[in-house]
Every structure is written in C-alpha cells, then in structure tokens.
C-alpha cells in the first residue's frame, strides 16, 4: 500500500510537470504568435505609408502639369482679352486715323500739283523770255548788217578819220552786247555745208576749197544760246 502511494504521488508530480511545461510552451506560443502579429502589424502599417506617399507625390507630380497647364491657360486667355481690347481700340481709332491719311493724301496732292504748278510757269516764263529775246534779235540783226556794209563801204583813206573810228566804236559796242546775251556769229568760209546752220543759195567753183565746202558768206548767220535764229547765206563749192 505504501508503496503504491509512492507511484501515485510520483505520477502526480510527473503530470503536475508536464502541465506546467506545457503551459511554458501555450505561453510561448502565444508571445510568439503575438510577436508575430505586431511585425505584421507594423510591416502593413509602413507599406501602407509607403503606399501613401507614393500616391502622394503621384498627386503632387499629376497636379504640376495640371497647374502649369492653367497657368498656360490663362495667360492665353488674358493675352487674347488684351489683343481684342487693342483691337477694339483700334477700331474706335480708325475713323479718326482715316481722316487724319485723307488730309494728308490731300496735302501731298496739292504741294505736288503746286510744285507741277511753279515748274510749269518758270518754263512758260522761260520759254517767252527767249522767244521775246529772239525777236528782239531778229530785229536788231538787221542793224548789224547795215553797220558791216557802211564799215565796208568806207574809203581806205577815210578809215582813220573820226566818222570811221565812231562807226567801229559803235558796231564794237553792239557786238559786245549781243554776245552777252549769248549770241553768236556761225561760222561759215572754210566750213563743210551744214544744212542745220547754212542755207545754201548758189553754187560756185573754187581752186581753194573742196566741193562741199562753203567759199562765200553772203549773209551772215546767228545763234541764240543752242537755236539758230538767222541762218547763213553762203555759196558752196560745186
């Protein structure tokens, strides 16, 4: 009997120990189980975060082409507002601008008539001032001639007297006044015929001269500035 006590209270003791370590083992269990839950817990947790703030800076990255894009926008829209404003300004201002290039057109087109104007008078007043001139000339040319024929018909010894000396003052006087006025004698004796200068009336053999050249001047021709008033009267060799 006693001895079978002492294999029950032995058992007894045995299963007591296997409870306890047991119970170490569910304990550890659980601590581990829960250790495992926080690493779970806490990876979750920072993928989560990682997650955000990807999506975070994917916003903040999607929003800047957003803003720039209105930014972009709306300078576009104020330009065009200022460019319809200066148009519309420029539209109030047409009708004055229209104006102001009208009276300007006009203005221009009245100096340019008046210069048309003036140049046309100072040809006009030009052209009868030598036509006056000519005439005047024309009529004088005849004096001339008779001044030369009365100088020729002098007698060799009266060509020193007083009367003789007077006639040439006077014809020298006259011949400086008409060549301040620009004319001239055309030279003729010694020249080939130019029908533009000399007006041929006869024709006469000569052992001097050509045929073709002028041998007599019958009358003498003049010019005035580059126009021939009096053509001259010459005989040319036939």
Do not use: W
């Amino acid at each position: 009997m006693a001895s079978k006590k002492k294999k029950n209270k032995g058992k007894n003791q045995m299963d007591e120990m296997n409870m306890k370590e047991n119970s170490l083992d569910e304990e550890k269990a659980e601590e581990k189980a829960e250790n495992n839950e926080t690493v779970n817990s806490s990876d979750t947790e920072n993928k989560e975060t990682a997650e955000k703030a990807t999506g975070e800076k994917a916003d903040a990255e999607t929003a800047e082409p957003d803003a720039e894009g209105k930014e972009t926008e709306e300078t576009e829209s104020d330009a065009k507002e200022e460019e319809g404003e200066s148009e519309g300004e420029k539209e109030a201002k047409d009708p004055k601008q229209a104006r102001i290039e009208e009276l300007e057109d006009m203005v221009k087109r009245q100096l340019a008539e008046f210069d048309n104007f003036r140049k046309r008078s100072d040809k006009e007043k030009e052209t009868m001032f030598e036509a006056g001139a000519k005439s005047v000339i024309e009529k004088l040319l005849p004096v001339v001639d008779n001044f030369e024929r009365g100088l020729a018909s002098i007698p060799e010894e009266e060509q020193g007297t007083p009367h003789a000396e007077g006639m040439m003052m006077i014809y020298k006087q006259l011949m400086g006044e008409l060549e301040k006025l620009d004319v001239k004698p055309i030279e003729a004796v010694g020249k080939e015929f130019n029908p533009d200068l000399h007006n041929a009336v006869m024709q006469c053999e000569s052992d001097e001269y050509e045929s073709g050249i002028i041998a007599q001047e019958l009358q003498k021709g003049y010019t005035y500035r580059d126009s021939v008033i009096r053509h001259s009267m010459v005989a040319v060799v036939s």
